[in-house]
C-alpha cells in the first residue's frame, strides 16, 4: 500500500480554528495510522491522550513533536494565543499520558524541561519546525516544552 503524506502549512488565526483542525485530524490520523495528518508542513505529529485536569475524561490532541532518543519533545504553544492549549495544562496536572505515533502507542510521563534543557531543545525544535520564536513573540505567557519520557 502506497504511503500517504498530507503537508500542510498552517494559517491558523483563531484558536477555535486550531479547535476545529484538532478534532478533524485525530480521526483521520487514526484511521491511516498516521499517515493522513501524520505531518504539518514536514514536521511529524502525534497523538496524546491526556487526563482532562477538571472533567477526569481523557481527551486526545494532535501535537507536533520531535523525536530525542526514547523521549519526544513537545511544545504547548498554542500557536502563540494567549491561553495554553488544554492539554498542556493537562500534563502540568497529571504528568501520565499517551502517544501515538503512526501506529505505535506508548505511555508516557511528563515533565517541564527548564534551563540549559528547555533551551537546547527549543532551539531543535525551532528548527525542525520554524514557527516557535514567532509563536513565542505573540505571546506574554510562559510557553511550555514538556518531555515525554516511556514509562
Not at 478533524?24 to 493522513?36: A, C, D, F, T
Not at 519546525?129 to 514509562?151: C, H, K, M, N, Q
Request: proline fraction near 5%.
Amino acid at each position: 500500500m502506497p504511503s500517504y503524506r498530507v503537508y500542510t502549512r498552517l494559517s491558523v488565526t483563531s484558536a477555535a480554528a486550531l479547535k476545529a483542525f484538532g478534532k478533524l485530524n485525530v480521526p483521520l490520523y487514526r484511521i491511516s495510522r498516521g499517515r493522513l495528518f501524520g505531518q504539518v508542513a514536514g514536521t511529524p505529529i502525534l497523538l496524546l491522550t491526556t487526563i482532562g485536569r477538571r472533567s477526569g475524561q481523557t481527551r486526545t490532541a494532535p501535537v507536533v513533536y520531535l523525536p530525542e532518543g526514547e523521549r519526544l519533545i513537545v511544545i504547548g504553544s498554542n500557536a502563540g494565543h494567549k491561553n495554553a492549549p488544554a492539554w498542556s495544562l493537562n500534563l502540568e496536572a497529571n504528568p501520565d499520558a499517551v502517544v501515538e505515533v503512526g501506529r505505535e502507542r506508548c505511555k508516557v510521563r511528563a515533565r517541564v524541561a527548564e534551563g540549559d534543557e528547555r533551551t537546547e531543545l527549543w532551539r531543535k525544535m525551532n528548527e525542525q519546525y520554524g514557527g516557535f520564536d514567532d509563536y513565542s513573540a505573540r505571546t506574554t505567557r510562559d510557553i511550555r516544552l514538556f518531555v515525554l519520557e516511556p514509562r
